[in-house]
């Protein structure tokens, strides 16, 4: 009896990095586990290496095809028209994804389903996360970082859309809680889902190792120029400050980041001077202009990556937006690190439990009709 996961939620969510280390869980116990993401980010149908598609094949040594465990990318399907074309496209892709879904979960004893980007994509064409899962009949777990009190009214709205639509909603996970949230996520938001109907599986806390991107990640989306610091392309980078002041003031300013990005025109050099005298992972300089000679020489000797783009400052920070931790296949340290922590924070047993008996339940409905 096959047992199916779909797993939803947002870019950043962490549906990734929790769907492996269920996988790795599940295959510490003896299942065979298959992996599927219907809709990836990539832009080729032909060429399709979605990295999560590519991380998993690798780690858990997946015999299928990357096309075939992620067949349509989100970028290819468009609204062109209420023409009968139109309704054959669409029924030609849900042929596709009907065919990879069936050859991977008729051989494997658990198969994983990650959602999109975000699941209301393709809502237009009912090729939507929710839609998917009630066509395949798989229930579903909400994966959510709280960091505002919005978050919490979004959280609530999917989990009543999502019964709203039918489906068999197992639970939530919180992921990637920072310390100072973890109080009001365990007394105050935990509380109210829980009075609402809607099951806390797991509050998992964030760690630096596996939450924040690595200076080669932003490197990767700026496609800049490395200057110096290639030895350091592995740090952290926490987050992000825009050298756009006036050096008065600046260091002081600057030292209240840690592991942070700088970013500041190629012409600032006072600026950038000032930032490599603080907690800085990365020094990015915008405009195409090449820096002081002095800045080279100080980040070099301190080890501090100094990568140059063409972009104007305002381009290259919305390009960083919404820039995520992207696990290596090689890196094994973050990933037992973070099975370790879905095992130890999530509540495992009830996951498995809950997937068991909605299999048990499908089956004999099947059976019955």
């Known amino acids: 009896m096959s047992k199916k996961l779909y797993l939803m939620g947002k870019s950043g969510a962490g549906k990734t990095a ?64 209420q023409s009968d074309h139109s309704r054959l496209f669409v029924n030609k892709m849900v042929e596709v994804l009907d065919d990879c879904f069936k050859e991977i979960s008729d051989n494997v004893d658990i198969t994983l389903i990650e959602g999109s980007s975000s699941p209301s994509i393709c809502f237009s064409i009912s090729l939507d996360d929710f839609s998917l899962a009630k066509k395949w ?49 365990r007394n105050v938001y935990a509380p109210i889902m829980k009075e609402k109907g809607y099951t806390v599986l797991g509050i998992i806390p964030s760690n630096p190792l596996t939450s924040f991107p690595t200076v080669a990640e932003y490197q990767k989306a ?44 190629g012409d600032r050099s006072d600026m950038a001077l000032c930032a490599l005298e603080s907690s800085t992972s990365v020094l990015i300089l915008t405009g195409g202009l090449y820096p002081d ?47 370790n922590e879905v095992s130890r924070h999530c509540r495992w047993e009830k996951i498995d439990e809950e997937m068991h008996s909605y299999s048990i339940c499908t089956e004999r409905k099947n059976n019955n009709s």
């Open 18 to 81: 929790i769907g492996l280390a269920f996988s790795l869980l599940w295959k510490e116990r003896g299942n065979k586990v298959g992996f599927f993401k219907p809709k990836t980010a990539g832009n080729s149908l032909q060429q399709n290496h979605d990295a999560d598609i590519m991380l998993f094949k690798q780690v858990l040594n997946m015999p299928w095809e990357p096309e075939r465990m992620g067949p349509l990318s989100q970028e290819s399907t468009y609204i062109f028209g």
């Open 137 to 185: 009949k798989c229930p579903v777990i909400y994966i959510t970082s709280l960091r505002r009190d919005n978050d919490l009214d979004e959280i609530l709205f999917y989990n009543n859309y999502i019964q709203a639509k039918g489906l068999y909603l197992i639970g939530n996970i919180l992921n990637d809680v920072s310390p100072e949230k973890m109080d009001k996520v």
């Open 222 to 265: 700026l496609q800049g120029e490395i200057l110096t610091g290639e030895e350091n392309m592995g740090a952290i980078v926490e987050g992000i400050e825009i050298g756009a002041m006036t050096t008065e003031g600046a260091l002081r300013y600057l030292r209240r980041g840690l592991n942070k990005a700088v970013i500041t025109g």
């Open 293 to 339: 000679v002095r800045v080279i020489s100080q980040a070099s000797e301190k080890g501090i990556p100094v990568i140059l783009v063409h972009y104007d400052t305002y381009t290259a920070i919305n390009m960083l937006q919404g820039i995520a931790k992207q696990i290596r296949p090689d890196d094994t340290e973050s990933i037992n690190l973070i099975k």
